[in-house]
């Protein structure tokens, strides 16, 4: 079965500074998409970035990148340049042939002034 | 971009009652649409899969007779809460797939509070 780990509960950044937020997961799958899914206090879920795990670049959004190690099955995100908009939950999530999407636990960011 | 509208966004009722849902995608037609259950300070946890004309594929664990759910055309998906009780209080989002597949498009949430 599909698993998606995120090992850290909680992070903190200074404001304009830069923190990678860690994600593993676990499948026999070679075709699938990694997402990384931003969730304010409203409760709306914002997709921040997506990874096709076919390609071998990563992905890049603006302040927002990630470092995916297929190899490794790692798929972390990298905010630079922090802005206490960015303070929320972030959850990693897995999606393979079903469609379903498997989160992990999630991490909360906090952004420091 | 593609708007997936859900509601109530909030509502409140008494132990016993059914509450329903709806999740609409309001520029695109969905074929697939997900119900979430989220827990306070926890994750999304799928409850079901509804592809629109058929039956939807419940996650183990799931009540289908408690959690009904249609999925009559292809922008319009409810969840239905029967003889709902305190500890079916949560927060419900729905999500849509469109023909591209990729990346589903959330609704905001509902957040439902039984007394």
């Known amino acids: 079965a599909q698993t998606v780990t995120q090992s850290q509960p909680e992070m903190s950044v200074q404001e304009a500074e830069t923190v990678t937020l860690s994600c593993t997961y676990d499948t026999s799958e070679s075709d699938y998409y990694l997402f990384w899914y931003k969730q304010p206090p409203s409760r709306q879920m914002i997709l921040v970035i997506r990874q096709e795990a076919y390609k071998q670049q990563n992905a890049t959004e603006n302040r927002f990148s990630v470092n995916f190690q297929k190899a490794a099955k790692s798929f972390s995100l990298k905010i630079s340049d922090s802005q206490l908009g960015d303070a929320a939950m972030y959850f990693c999530?897995?999606?393979?042939?079903?469609?379903?999407?498997?989160f992990g636990t999630g991490t909360r960011l906090k952004v420091l002034a | 971009g593609a708007v997936v509208s859900q509601h109530p966004s909030w509502v409140i009722c008494k132990s016993g009652t059914s509450v329903k849902i709806e999740c609409r995608s309001l520029d695109f037609q969905a074929t697939t649409m997900f119900w979430y259950r989220q827990f306070p300070k926890q994750s999304l946890m799928l409850m079901a899969t509804?592809?629109?004309?058929?039956?939807?594929?419940?996650e183990q664990g799931v009540e289908k007779d408690k959690f009904l759910i249609n999925h009559a055309s292809l922008t319009l998906s409810t969840l239905t809460v029967t003889s709902a009780h305190p500890e079916d209080s949560s927060f419900y989002i729905c999500s849509a797939r469109d023909i591209g597949g990729q990346p589903q498009h959330f609704g905001d949430g509902t957040r439902l509070s039984i007394l």
């Open positions: 999530a897995y999606r393979a042939g079903t469609y379903k999407y498997i």
């Open positions: 509804s592809n629109e004309g058929s039956k939807a594929t419940y």
